[in-house]
């Protein structure tokens, strides 16, 4: 089954997301902010997402570039247009915006 992964960024941890390609969460978590924790919290999982996605920002680059050096399919988006998206969920959490970006990812495929 393929999984879909949103990660909402911040300085000190992430906030993950995973979903099935029918928009279910699958898991959902923190990891320290880094690309090792990302890829540490997704081994522990037995999880292997089939695309990663997270909005531009300040460690965008540093983490884009660690994320693909380990693998992980990861893609970068620009933070304006999720903001868009994101910003009709009633819910405004690090939390639900990682669920929002998952589905949206699942939703494009």
């Not at 965008?60 to 620009?78: K, V």
């Amino acid at each position: 089954m393929e999984h879909y992964a949103g990660l909402d960024v911040s300085l000190k941890e992430i906030s993950i997301c995973v979903v099935d390609h029918d928009g279910k969460t699958i898991a959902r978590g923190t990891c320290p902010a880094d690309p090792e924790g990302v890829a540490g919290w997704f081994r522990n999982r037995s999880l292997t997402p089939r695309r990663i996605v997270h909005e531009s920002g300040m460690l965008s680059i540093w983490l884009q570039r660690g994320m693909m050096r380990l693998g992980l399919p990861a893609t970068c988006i620009d933070a304006r247009k999720a903001h868009k998206a994101l910003s009709a969920r009633l819910n405004k959490s690090d939390a639900a915006d990682a669920e929002g970006l998952a589905r949206k990812l699942c939703d494009t495929v």
